[in-house]
């Protein structure tokens, strides 16, 4: 029987901290640098004074899994009514647009069509005025009609005739599964695009491996799209309107809500109650890390 990799790991964030570190040579710079320090506060109301416009992560900071985060919904309508632009940045490349939206919609958020940014749209814009065939690795009936070209869930017989490779979720991903698609990439190098740059994704009962984690340890070069990556907060950006200085990315992990925050030139909110650091202490992997959020919230 095969293993299954995308599984509920024990909800500490130490092993995937040292894998983001392990990588972080390929992540982008803060070129402005950290502030010496975080303030604490106890939720977003505490700084909306401060910023005209929110990048909000989805996992960690709206939801966890498969729920909202208690009162997240009613934060998000108090952004609102103090006049607040938002737009939500998210990693989660597995649905399509409308799918990810209807999920929003069922936990109580009312975002609109334009306020939720994924990276699976980030990818598709890359994948514009490629030919050939693209083999998906994805969820068992996932759907690619809200994507350019053609786009074939993964199989035996694409691992050695696809002209490149998708890799939008990792739900069923197995070792067995990652072997041969690193053996099929050493014997016949193709582009791949991985639209979930996350080593990990907080869930109900722990953490769940994310494509990142599998597409970094490719022996090919990997076109990543996302956070922390400058496009993906770009995209965020032109979408409210308003430049870096006025914006503040909210996320709860440091390498790439953080980082690819302030690397945009952003300021940034640590969600530190939810999602990766929950029930941990976030001030060592600060330290370690150097990333240092402008804020670090207890909860949404």
């Given at each position: 029987?095969?293993?299954?990799?995308?599984?509920?790991?024990?909800?500490?964030?130490?092993?995937?901290?040292?894998?983001?570190?392990?990588?972080?040579?390929?992540l982008?710079?803060?070129?402005?640098?950290?502030?010496?320090?975080?303030?604490?506060?106890?939720?977003?109301?505490?700084?909306?004074?401060?910023?005209?416009?929110?990048?909000?992560?989805?996992?960690?900071?709206?939801?966890?899994?498969?729920?909202?985060i208690?009162?997240?919904?009613?934060?998000?309508?108090?952004?609102?009514?103090?006049?607040?632009?938002?737009?939500?940045?998210?990693?989660?490349?597995?649905?399509?647009?409308?799918?990810?939206?209807?999920?929003?919609?069922r936990?109580?958020?009312?975002?609109a069509?334009?306020?939720?940014?994924?990276?699976?749209?980030?990818?598709?814009?890359?994948?514009t005025?490629?030919?050939?065939v693209?083999?998906?690795?994805?969820?068992?009936?996932?759907?690619?009609?809200?994507?350019?070209?053609?786009?074939?869930?993964?199989?035996?017989?694409?691992?050695?005739?696809?002209?490149?490779?998708?890799?939008?979720?990792s739900?069923?991903?197995?070792?067995?599964?990652?072997a041969?698609?690193i053996?099929?990439?050493r014997?016949?190098?193709?582009?791949?695009?991985?639209?979930?740059?996350?080593?990990?994704?907080?869930?109900?009962?722990?953490?769940?491996?994310e494509?990142?984690?599998?597409?970094?340890?490719?022996?090919?070069?990997?076109?990543?799209?996302?956070?922390?990556?400058?496009?993906?907060l770009?995209?965020?950006?032109?979408?409210l309107?308003?430049?870096a200085?006025?914006?503040?990315?909210?996320?709860?992990?440091?390498?790439?809500?953080?980082?690819?925050?302030?690397?945009?030139?952003?300021?940034?909110?640590?969600?530190?109650?939810?999602?990766?650091?929950?029930?941990?202490?976030?001030?060592?992997?600060?330290?370690a890390s150097g990333?240092t959020?402008d804020?670090?919230?207890?909860?949404?």
């Open positions: 029987m095969e293993r299954r990799l995308c599984v509920s790991l024990p909800a500490n964030p130490r092993w995937a901290f040292a894998r983001y570190r392990a990588i972080d040579h390929r982008p710079v803060a070129s402005r640098g950290y502030p010496p320090f975080s303030l604490k506060i106890k939720d977003l109301s505490e700084v909306f004074h401060r910023y005209d416009g929110f990048i909000l992560d989805a996992f960690g900071v709206l939801n966890i899994g498969e729920g909202a208690p009162g997240a919904v009613a934060r998000i309508a108090q952004m609102r009514a103090a006049g607040k632009r938002l737009v939500v940045l998210t990693n989660g490349a597995s649905k399509t647009r409308a799918e990810a939206l209807a999920t929003y919609h936990w109580g958020f009312d975002f069509e334009d306020e939720v940014i994924s990276s699976r749209d980030l990818a598709a814009s890359a994948m005025g490629h030919g050939g693209w083999a998906a690795i994805a969820p068992d009936g996932s759907q690619f009609n809200d994507l350019p070209g053609d786009v074939r869930p993964l199989d035996a017989r694409l691992l050695d005739e696809a002209d490149g490779f998708l890799f939008l979720g739900q069923g991903w197995t070792e067995v599964r990652q041969e698609l053996a099929a990439l014997a016949r190098p193709r582009p791949v695009i991985c639209a979930n740059p996350d080593i990990v994704a907080p869930r109900e009962q722990g953490f769940t491996w494509p990142g984690h599998y597409a970094h340890d490719l022996p090919v070069p990997v076109d990543f799209h996302g956070k922390p990556f400058g496009p993906a770009q995209a965020a950006l032109d979408r309107g308003l430049p200085r006025k914006v503040a990315m909210v996320g709860d992990t440091l390498h790439t809500d953080i980082l690819g925050g302030r690397a945009a030139g952003c300021f940034t909110v640590l969600i530190a109650g939810h999602g990766f650091f929950a029930g941990t202490d976030p001030q060592p992997y600060i330290a990333i959020p804020f670090i919230a207890e909860t949404t």
